[in-house]
Each structure stands twice: as C-alpha cells, then as structure tokens.
C-alpha cells in the first residue's frame, strides 16, 4: 500500500524516477518550479523515449500563489510543403501512422522550454542551463537501465517499427529490444544535449541543431524543412476556466482536447452523485465522457479554422442542456471513435514559494514516427496523425497548421485555498483519468494517493486494440461490473494496474503551506519532496 506523502520546501512527480529526481535536485539547489520542470523534461526525453522526446510537443500551466495560471502552449506546426496533393503524390489517401511522412510537424517542445524560462527569470531563476541539461546530457552520454514499460513497449512494436529509419540503430541493438535494466547509451543525443548546454535552446530551432535536422528529415522524405524550425515560436495562451462548485479548474485550449477534460467534471459536477466507487459513480463519469467526446471530435482543431470559440464548450448553459441528456439509468450508444492510441508524460512541481507546474511532453503514439535522427539521435514525433487527408475536414493537412492534441496538462484553485497541479499519460484515456482521480480526491475527500492507486476505466480503443468497450480494471467491484453491464455498457475487465489507464500524478498545496504528493504505481516514477 502506498500512502500519501508530505513536504514543505518543494515536491515533484514524474512518471519516470530519475525524472523526479532530477527536479527534486534542482529545487534542492535553489531552482524554482519552472528550472525544475525544464531539468525534469531533458531528463525524461533521455529515460523514457517511448513516450516523450525532444523531438515532440509541450504544454505548460504555470501557476503563482493568488494567481491564475499561464499557459504555454508549445506545439509545432506542420510545414510549409505539407499539403494534400504532396501526399496524394505519395500515393495516400490517408495519413500515414509511422515513418517520414508523418514527421511533418516540428517538435515544439524545447521552444516552451525557452519561454518559461524566461519567466523563470522574473522570478529570479539563477540557476545556468547546463546545470539543468545536467542530469539529461549524463544519461544519454554515460547511460542509464532501462525502464520496464520502455522495454515493453519496445518489445510489443517493434516489428512494426524496425523498417522505419534509424530506429532499429537505436532500440534493437544486435536486432535484438532493448530489455529492462539493461544499461543503454543514446551518444548522439549526449551531444545534441551537450550542443544545447553550450549554444542555448534557439540552436534547435535557428543554429546548427536545426540545420542538421532540417537536411536530415528532407533526405528521409519529410515536408519539413529548415523555414519551418526558424518560424517556431512557443506562446502564451489564454487557458479554460471551468467554475466549479469545489472552485476553478484550468486547463489547455484548443488544439488540445483540454476542454473535454473540464467538461467531463462540469457535467459530473451537475448531476450530484452522492457516494463514490459504485455504479453511480462509475456510470455517471463514462455517460459524461461520451457526452464531451462527443463536442471535442466535432469542434476541436486548430484554433485557426475551428468555428467555435473553445471557451464556450463550458458556458454554464451548455453544460446544463448537456447534463440533462444523460440517462442516469442507462448507457448511451457509444459512436465509433478514433484510435486511442497515444504516449504521453505528465510530471508536477510545486516549489517551496508556492509557485506549481503542471507540464505535458509527448511524441504521441509510442515511440511516435519511430524516425531517429543519427545525427542529433533524436526520436520525431507523429502529432501529425491527427491530420486527415479528407479535403474540407476540419482537421485536413494544410501548410503551417497545428494538429489536434490529446495533451492537456491540468490546475485548480479551489475554494477552500487548496492548489493542485495533476495530469496523466494515456490519449483517450487523459480526460477519463483526471475526472475520476479529481472526483475521488476533491468532491468524495479520498486520501490523495488513493485517488491516484484506486482502480480506473478506460472507454474506448487503446493502443493496438480494435475494440470501443468500457475497460475497467479488475480491483473494481465484480458486482459494479455486472451493474454496468445490465445498464448497456460493454465492459470488459482488464488487469489491475494497466497502462492503458495512464501514468498519472497530483501534487496538492495547502493553505498551511504543505505540499501532497502521489504518484503512480503503474509508472517507473515517484512522487518525491523534501
């Protein structure tokens, strides 16, 4: 059993240990959150490549004590010569999931870390970027044992994934996955981490990094080109407020699917379940979860071209008609939806200033494009499967657009003085796991590391999965189960802590100052502070 644990001076979670070790360090140095988080996400790009990179996105929630948060958004665009008829010349006639082609957008991810930095610099961040490559550069020089849900998932993709350039070089050594513990070294990324340290983060995107992965992606067949890098920019955005009857909860805005997370507990919050774990419970967050998913794959897109205003998805009003629709009884039809299929890393910080960090950092699928760039060793992301190739869809390819992101990084400020920093990993699954980790915790008063180990369901297809079914791992109930059941649902009962259902966190400060933390038994990572 793994209890909830408290600090004073700082805390961080990340899915991957050494990950929260190394924000853990730079706070004991004197970081703040946001130092802490940049050091936490080049660590994790080296020790988890499976699901997160620096050659993917990154979303941001920076909150201060008595503040709203702000929001970084830091996802690429495709590029310039990403366009229906490029593809069309490739033969397609929809988009590609590995490979080249569909590393057509640019990793974004180190451009939020440029501009969090500088707000780390108002708050007097001292600490100089090669302390906070420092732990990054090591691990991928001097190597590190591998993770077992990164050797897993090597295993389980890896005929898939071994034709596609340069990733039989880096993950089937001798032919042969990588296996859990076994020490392993990413030297060419040592460098291109080492560059970054000496050079600064704009070298990825306007110095030789950025040279060398433009004429590396051209030669393999990507659309992406050097312009493209030059023109990246992270940027401030205005983040979703949802009121709450607890308080607020903020998330990310479009392309993310950030509002279908608020929704979900919006429309929860309306239909006034009273006890937690039964039927209620469990039948009222999956009838709202269809209800969101339902509004988010017809709206949400580039904010470019979408034709609604995001915000307004949580407008007091719409959540009510909403609401009203849900059966309380009975399950709805649930309409075919896209592929889950999705890796993420969510990690938290809270500093002893009270100062919190939700971040998000992914390359989408696991092991995304599966390209690995020899030079600079960096695994491409394929965000870029959310584009169709349907001409007049909202989602189509177009030159210089952003895809849709399941990404979406979560804060609240509730009313009794309490913030919280929590996400999770997992897709589809995102929205489903923090509405029933914020449920237990804030509206049932659930010990906050329960609210994280406590059994979770997944409605939907997973990863490789061909089936849309209610997936509820087996510490549940048999008898909610069978009730779910009787009431239409398709449940099907998994394992007991399956990864399908997320690696998530939560950090918790309270008005005395303590901070709570609580990680994830299905994830290599801790929950640490001191």
């Not at 915000?311 to 592929?339: C, M, N, T, V, Y």
């Not at 920093?421 to 237990?440: D, L, S």
Request: include cysteine; hydrophobic fraction near 40%; glycine fraction near 10%.
């Amino acid at each position: 059993m793994i209890r909830t644990k408290s600090a004073r001076r700082g805390a961080f979670t990340a899915a991957h240990h050494l990950a929260s070790q190394t924000g853990l360090a730079v706070l004991r140095d004197g970081g703040n959150a946001i130092e802490a988080m940049v050091a936490a996400a080049a660590t994790v790009a080296v020790v988890y490549p499976y699901a997160n990179s620096i050659g993917g996105d990154g979303f941001w929630l920076i909150g201060e004590p008595g503040q709203d948060p702000l929001c970084i958004d830091a996802s690429g665009r495709s590029g310039g010569l990403a366009t229906l008829d490029f593809y069309r010349q490739h033969q397609l006639s929809q988009m590609p999931l590995r490979g080249p082609l569909v590393a057509n957008t640019v990793a974004a991810t180190i451009s939020g870390w440029q501009l969090a930095l500088e707000l780390s610099a108002k708050w007097d961040g001292r600490l100089p970027l090669k302390r906070l490559l420092e732990d990054a550069t090591y691990y991928a020089a001097k190597g590190f044992p591998v993770a077992s849900n990164h050797a897993g998932s090597i295993a389980t993709f890896a005929d898939q994934l071994k034709n596609v350039p340069g990733f039989a070089d880096a993950f089937l050594p001798g032919g042969k996955p990588l296996q859990a513990a076994a020490m392993w070294k990413q030297e060419a990324l040592g460098r291109t981490f080492e560059r970054l340290a000496s050079a600064g983060l704009d070298d990825y995107y306007r110095g030789d990094i950025a040279r060398t992965q433009a004429a590396s992606l051209e030669k393999l067949g990507s659309p992406l080109r050097l312009s493209d890098f030059e023109n990246q920019r992270a940027q401030f955005v205005t983040p979703l407020v949802l009121q709450h009857s607890a308080g607020r909860i903020f998330n990310m805005t479009a392309p993310t699917q950030g509002v279908a997370s608020q929704m979900i507990l919006g429309l929860f919050d309306r239909l006034d379940c009273k006890t937690a774990e039964g039927f209620e419970h469990i039948h009222l967050l999956v009838e709202a979860t269809k209800q969101a998913f339902i509004q988010r794959d017809t709206h949400i897109a580039d904010p470019t071209v979408m034709k609604i205003q995001t915000q307004s998805l949580l407008e007091p009003k719409f959540l009510d008609g909403l609401a009203a629709q849900i059966d309380r009884q009975r399950a709805a039809p649930w309409p075919p939806q896209k592929d889950g299929e999705g890796d993420t890393i969510w990690m938290g910080c809270i500093d002893g200033e009270g100062r919190a960090v939700s971040f998000i950092q992914s390359v989408y699928w696991q092991h995304g494009s599966g390209v690995v760039l020899p030079e600079t060793g960096v695994l491409w992301q394929n965000r870029g499967t959310s584009f169709t190739l349907r001409e007049g869809d909202l989602r189509q390819i177009k030159p210089h657009t952003k895809p849709y992101h399941t990404l979406n990084p979560a804060y609240a400020r509730l009313k009794d003085g309490r913030t919280i920093a929590y996400g999770t990993m997992g897709g589809e699954g995102q929205p489903q796991t923090q509405a029933i980790m914020f449920t237990r915790y804030v509206q049932f008063g659930q010990k906050l590391q329960d609210a994280v180990t406590g059994p979770r369901f997944f409605l939907g297809r997973t990863t490789g999965g061909t089936t849309e079914t209610l997936k509820m791992e087996n510490r549940f109930d048999p008898a909610l189960l069978e009730a779910l059941r009787q009431a239409g649902h398709a449940v099907e009962s998994v394992g007991p802590y399956e990864n399908m259902m997320g690696h998530a966190g939560m950090l918790v400060l309270h008005p005395s100052g303590v901070i709570e933390m609580a990680g994830d038994p299905r994830s290599d990572g801790q929950a640490v502070g001191f």
